[in-house]
Antibody, heavy 119, light 109 residues
Framework: EMQLVESGGGLVQPGGSLRLSCAGS????????MNWVRQAPGEGPVWVSH????????TYADSVKGRFTIFRDNAKNTLYLQMNSLRVEDTAVYYC????????????WGHGTKVTVSS | EIVLTQSPATLSLSPGERATLSCRTS??????LAWFQQKPGQVPRLLIY???NRATGIPARFSGSGSGADFTLTISSLEPEDFAIYYC???????????FGQGTKLEIK
């Protein structure tokens, strides 16, 4: 069974840092482009960042550009999101998602990890 | 930035009825439009990609149509499990950037 499992969320003060991880299993992780998508309480999903299968291409939403870094370790089947200079408005559940060549969108989602930025 | 506008915000229907949800984009997105379903406490699920293609395992009562800047998700005959929030999403060609609409809540009348 294909699965994505996120970890690393928690409570952090404004200006702080956090690193999220997403472990993939049940599929050839290194073959797929991956994404982070977040969803604040009561709101719709928002795409955050995207990385190519080999890590050579990355893209960010304007709201996180310069603060967040997406990267991956294909040997460990793991995707990461390094989040620096966190703001209250970054509070959300962060989902790891997989993109396939066929759909070019978010086929598979993890169950998410909650990030709360508050003093 | 492309803006997606979904209507109506809330749609109240009964099981067995037909549901028609709209998504309009601020500029053409060709056919690069997807639809997701999200139930309370659950993760969004991909229903439709590239405007009209059903994702794996999605029942035939769900269909998508449209191109350019005007898209529709139709549920031909509502089942009790279809009451949820539906989001449309567009992707740019390159580099890939994704935007979601604000959602339509489909509730039981």
């Amino acid at each position: 069974e294909m699965q994505l499992v996120e970890s690393g969320g928690g409570l952090v003060q404004p200006g702080g840092s956090l690193r999220l991880s997403c472990a993939g299993s049940g599929f050839t992780f290194s073959s797929f482009w991956m994404n982070w998508v977040r969803q604040a309480p009561g709101e719709g999903p928002v795409w955050v960042s995207h990385i190519s299968n080999d890590g050579s291409t990355v893209t960010y939403a304007d709201s996180v550009k310069g603060r967040f870094t997406i990267f991956r370790d294909n040997a460990k089947n793991t995707l990461y999101l390094q989040m620096n200079s966190l703001r209250v408005e970054d509070t959300a559940v962060y989902y790891c998602t997989m993109t396939t060549v066929i759909t070019q969108t978010f086929d598979l989602w993890g169950h998410g990890t909650k990030v709360t930025v508050s003093s | 930035e492309i803006v997606l506008t979904q209507s109506p915000a809330t749609l109240s229907l009964s099981p067995g009825e037909r549901a028609t949800l709209s998504c309009r984009t601020s500029q053409s997105v060709y056919s690069y439009l997807a639809w997701f379903q999200q139930k309370p406490g659950q993760v969004p699920r991909l229903l439709i990609y590239d405007a009209s293609n059903r994702a794996t395992g999605i029942p035939a009562r769900f269909s998508g149509s449209g191109s350019g800047a005007d898209f529709t998700l139709t549920i031909s005959s509502l089942e009790p499990e279809d009451f949820a929030i539906y989001y449309c999403q567009q992707r740019s060609d390159w580099p890939p950037v994704y935007t979601f609409g604000q959602g339509t809540k489909l509730e039981i009348k």
